[in-house]
Structures are given as C-alpha cells and as structure tokens.
C-alpha cells in the first residue's frame, strides 16, 4: 500500500512564500500520477495541482496559475508545490495524493496523505 507524507506548511503573511514536500513509497515502480489538493474551512476539498510520474506534465486550477508549481524528483519519490504571491483565500488543509491515472488522481485519487496546514493572514 502506498504511504504518503506531506511537510513544508506553516503560517505566513500574504504575498510570502512556501514550498510543501510528499515523500511517498511505491510511485517508482507503479508507476502513480500525484497531486495536490486543499481543503478550506467550512468548504469541500478541491483540486489544485497535478503531475505525470513519467512525462512531468502539469496541471492547474485556475486560481493559482502562476503564482503556484508542482514539480517531482522520481529518485527520491517526492513531488514538490512551490507557492508564491500566497493569498489569504490559499488557507487551508493541503493534501498529497496518487493514483495511477491522469483523470482520476485530479478527481479521485487513491491515495492520500495526512495533510499539512497553510495558513496566510492579512
């Protein structure tokens, strides 16, 4: 069973910085397509980006194109979101997730990970 571990959240203030890590187990040899989802307060938990584990190509939800990248380094079987320009509506509960298809792992992943809090106050 894949396990994956998110880290890299925290508090910051709007128009900082911050990048998250998921360390995860299996994805070499699956191979998993992994993403990264966030969950607000009082809202439902919704897609923000995503990564092929053999091509690198990328998607994302329009509200953090250009200010957000996803990227992957399959030797350590991590993926990376770099997050800059940080708004106040970017608070929440970031998720790591995986799932060996393109499709399904940006609506339905298989697998998650604990989650990591990112807070940006005003």
């Known amino acids: 069973q894949v396990q994956l571990a998110e880290s890299g959240g925290g508090l910051v203030q709007v128009g900082s910085s911050l990048r998250l890590s998921c360390a995860g187990s299996?994805?070499?040899?699956?191979?998993?397509?992994m993403a990264w989802f966030r969950q607000a307060p009082g809202k439902e938990r919704e897609f923000v980006a995503a990564?092929?584990?053999?091509?690198?190509?990328?998607r994302y939800v329009d509200s953090v194109k250009g200010r957000f990248t996803i990227s992957r380094n399959n030797a350590e079987n991590t993926i990376y979101l770099q997050m800059n320009s940080l708004k106040v509506e970017d608070t929440g509960v970031y998720y790591c997730?995986?799932?060996?298809?393109?499709?399904?792992?940006?609506?339905?992943?298989?697998?998650w990970g604990q989650g990591t809090q990112v807070t940006v106050s005003s």
């Open positions: 299996g994805r070499s040899g699956t191979p998993y397509n």
């Open positions: 997730a995986a799932h060996p298809g393109w499709l399904d792992v940006q609506t339905t992943p298989r697998y």
């Open positions: 990564i092929t584990w053999s091509s690198g190509v990328t």
